[in-house]
Every structure is written in structure tokens, then in C-alpha cells.
């Protein structure tokens, strides 16, 4: 994705003439950067040859998935939807986890019944639950206990998940005792120590603290897991000047660990594998002077990507057509929806910029269509993912008479 001529493309398609055959908004992806993420992030840690699950949650586009699918990788599940679908389009189940904090007694026997690799459970209930649904199958089910490490990944609260105060895991004196409860039992099998921290990390050193805090419980508990599932959580740069994670850093501390130890490592990528493959192409609908800035009100909603809405999130905004001219005014880029947090971004000395002119909003493989909405009752937008120069449909635009 990139300028040539001043034009913005999508691998070999002029972005601006997909508006023209599609209308906007649309969600745009890019095979090529989807594939270059995966062996990038493979390559990255082959030293210890892990497990990679991608985190299915982040998007779960059918094409997606396959295309992820046929490079090798497993699946992190959060629910009975995501193992459903991944299993219908060919996921082995013996590279799919299941993880989440609260799995319902016949979800958990579906996945049972499919045999896949771990069930991480997050507190001895579950793991009861599983126990009597193993008992009624005569089945040794194989599960992950999740680790709470109270580790702070500085991240944003609202997508941090390692602390105490979070919802999820367990803390290590509830490990040791369930391990000490749980090890000798004919139908559970705890053969991995799961933790997740928090997603968009751009630091190595949380990683670091929960190396060092894992190291704490196999030393205590003496306990031989086969697997160590870090989770997911790598960020990636949304902005200018944003950090990013350090891989090799990673990769070097990881493979001592997993040397240490004798383990088997599971990672949980999601953002990191498909988070910068896609735009949102949005044309802009109005431009509204307010004292002493430029509201530029455009066609795509928050119910098209609530990021920014829920995270406060910031997306890099483009135009795509390129032109030399500034303006220095502040630009409020903000969506149609009946909510003042429908905003996307706040920037100086953008281009000059008119009703009409389309604009990518950048990185939004991850999180984006997936927590999409009708709220406001409009229709979702249509996915495309481009190939050179094929385009391929991957969903369609909702019709409003459907939804109405």
C-alpha cells in the first residue's frame, strides 16, 4: 500500500477507483501484506519453532482465515461461534486453542467432543465442568491452566488483561493448588501454563516480567508443563513515530526460556498478523468551519470501526489523491453517527482537502470489521481484498431493506 504518481494503491489497484465501483465505505485488504505478516512473524521466532494460533477474534473473515490457514498456522478461539467456524473451514483441531473467561457447560462440551488441543481454563469451576464432561465421554481432555501475573503490559487499560483487578486467569497460589489437586486425575490432563497480558504491547519488558513471573511457578510447583502459551497482544505502529516490538529481543529471550525449561511455545498473534493489511476508504461528505478549526465530516461511522470510539484509539488518516497544498487549521475528522464520540482523528497542516475527496483511514484489519455495527441502523460495509490486480469480493455490503 502505497503512492505512485501521487495516486494511493492497494497493491496494483488505484484505491480512489474502487470507491468509484463501489461507493464507500469500504473495508480494503492486501494479499500481499497479509502473506509478508505471517512468514515475517514465522521467521521472526524459528529458533524455537513455535506454536502460532492466530487470534481468530481479531478478524474472522472467511478468506482471511483460509489464507492464514493455508500458511500453516492454528487457531485461538474465545468462543463457540469462532471453533465452529474455524473447524467448517479446515483448522486441525489439534492446532486449535480455546481460550476465554467464561465458557458455557455446552460449549465446553462441543469442544470436547472435537478433541482440539487445550481448553486454557481460567478458574477451577471450568475446570470442574470440564472434569464431569470428560467423566460422561470417558475422555482425557487436555487443558492449559491461565496465569494472572498481575503484570501490568502499559498498555490501554481497556485492552489490558494481565493485572489483578482484570477479569481474566488465575493467580499462582490457585495454580499450585489446582495442579496439586488436579495431577493425578484419569480425566484431565493440565499439560500447558497459559498467560495474556494485553493487546497493542510495544515493549519487550512485560514480556520479560512474565518470563521471569512463569519461572516463579514452575520453580515452585516442580510441575513438567509440555506447553507455555505467552498469548498474543505484539502491537504494531498505527501512527508516525510509534514504537514497535523489538522481535528479535523477543526471540532471543524466549529461546532460552524454552530451552530452560523444555517446552513447547504457543503464541496467539492477531493484531500483528492482520491488523496493517486493510483501509477504510470513506469519502467525505461535508465540510463544517467551527472557530478555529475544520470538522470534515465523512461517510464512514463508527458503527464501521469503533476504535477510536471505545479505545480512544488513533488511525492514521490519508488522502488519496496526494496534493502539495496545506492547510495548518486544526481537522476534526468525525463519522455521520448520532454520538459525539463518533470522531477518528485530530490533525494539523492536512492537505487541502474538499467535499468529495476520499480518504483511507489506515490499519484496520484488526478489530475493525469484526466489532462493526447497525447501530444507527446502517448496513455494514463491503470487504474486498486485492491480489496483484484481481480483486475478489470477501462480504457483502449489507442491503438496508434486509436489516430493516
Known amino acids: 500500500m502505497n503512492y505512485k504518481n501521487n495516486n494511493f494503491y492497494i497493491e496494483k489497484i488505484k484505491a480512489d477507483n474502487l470507491i468509484k465501483k463501489y461507493g464507500s465505505p469500504i473495508y480494503c485488504y492486501s494479499n500481499k501484506r497479509l502473506v509478508d505478516n505471517i512468514i515475517n512473524f514465522k521467521n521472526s521466532f524459528k529458533s524455537f519453532n513455535p506454536l502460532i494460533c492466530f487470534s481468530v477474534k481479531s478478524n474472522y473473515n472467511s478468506t482471511i482465515l483460509r489464507i492464514i490457514k493455508q500458511h500453516g498456522l492454528g487457531a485461538d478461539v474465545v468462543s463457540d461461534g469462532e471453533l465452529k467456524k474455524v473447524l467448517s473451514l479446515g483448522f486441525k483441531p489439534n492446532r486449535i486453542v480455546y481460550s476465554g473467561v467464561g465458557k458455557k457447560f455446552?460449549?465446553?462440551?462441543?469442544?470436547?467432543?472435537?478433541?482440539?488441543?487445550?481448553?486454557n481454563v481460567e478458574s477451577e469451576s471450568e475446570l470442574k465442568n470440564i472434569k464431569k464432561i470428560a467423566e460422561k465421554f470417558g475422555k482425557k481432555v487436555s487443558v492449559g491452566l491461565r496465569l494472572n501475573p498481575n503484570i501490568d503490559a502499559k498498555t490501554n487499560t481497556k485492552i489490558s488483561t494481565g493485572r489483578i483487578q482484570d477479569k481474566f486467569g488465575l493467580n499462582g497460589n490457585d495454580i499450585i493448588k489446582i495442579l496439586n489437586k488436579f495431577k493425578n486425575s484419569r480425566n484431565i490432563k493440565i499439560k500447558c501454563l497459559s498467560v495474556h497480558i494485553g493487546s497493542q504491547i510495544t515493549q519487550n519488558k512485560p514480556y520479560n516480567n512474565v518470563l521471569v513471573a512463569i519461572n516463579k511457578i514452575l520453580s515452585k510447583s516442580k510441575y513438567k508443563f509440555e506447553y507455555i502459551?505467552?498469548?498474543?497482544?505484539?502491537?504494531?505502529?498505527?501512527?508516525?513515530?510509534?514504537?514497535?516490538?523489538?522481535?528479535?529481543?523477543?526471540?532471543?529471550?524466549?529461546?532460552?526460556?524454552?530451552?530452560?525449561n523444555n517446552c513447547k511455545i504457543i503464541f496467539e498473534p492477531g493484531r500483528s498478523i492482520v491488523?496493517?493489511?486493510?483501509?477504510?476508504?470513506?469519502?467525505?461528505?461535508?465540510?463544517?468551519?467551527?472557530?478555529?478549526?475544520?470538522?470534515?465530516?465523512?461517510?464512514a461511522g463508527m458503527n464501521d470501526l469503533i476504535r477510536p470510539a471505545l479505545y480512544n484509539a488513533a488511525h492514521d488518516i490519508i488522502p488519496l489523491i496526494k496534493k502539495t497544498?496545506?492547510?495548518s487549521c486544526s481537522h476534526d475528522f468525525v463519522g455521520p453517527i448520532c454520538e459525539t464520540s463518533d470522531r477518528f482523528l485530530k490533525t494539523k497542516n492536512?492537505?487541502?482537502?474538499?467535499?468529495?475527496?476520499?480518504?483511507?483511514?489506515k490499519d484496520v484489519g484488526a478489530y475493525g470489521i469484526?466489532?462493526?455495527?447497525?447501530?444507527?441502523?446502517?448496513?455494514?460495509?463491503?470487504?474486498?481484498?486485492?491480489?496483484?490486480?484481481?480483486?475478489?469480493?470477501?462480504?457483502?455490503k449489507q442491503r438496508l431493506n434486509d436489516i430493516i
Open 106 to 119: 455446552e460449549e465446553l462440551k462441543f469442544a470436547i467432543s472435537k478433541n482440539i488441543l487445550l481448553i
Open 229 to 260: 502459551d505467552l498469548g498474543g497482544g505484539m502491537g504494531i505502529s498505527y501512527v508516525k513515530n510509534n514504537k514497535k516490538l523489538d522481535y528479535s529481543k523477543l526471540s532471543k529471550n524466549i529461546y532460552k526460556f524454552s530451552k530452560k
Open 275 to 299: 491488523g496493517n493489511t486493510a483501509v477504510l476508504l470513506t469519502k467525505v461528505i461535508y465540510i463544517k468551519n467551527s472557530s478555529n478549526k475544520k470538522f470534515i465530516i465523512i461517510d
Open 325 to 327: 497544498s496545506k492547510n
Open 350 to 361: 492536512f492537505q487541502k482537502i474538499y467535499e468529495g475527496d476520499n480518504l483511507a483511514i
Open 370 to 396: 469484526v466489532l462493526s455495527s447497525n447501530y444507527n441502523l446502517r448496513p455494514r460495509p463491503i470487504e474486498i481484498i486485492i491480489k496483484n490486480s484481481k480483486i475478489k469480493k470477501i462480504s457483502k
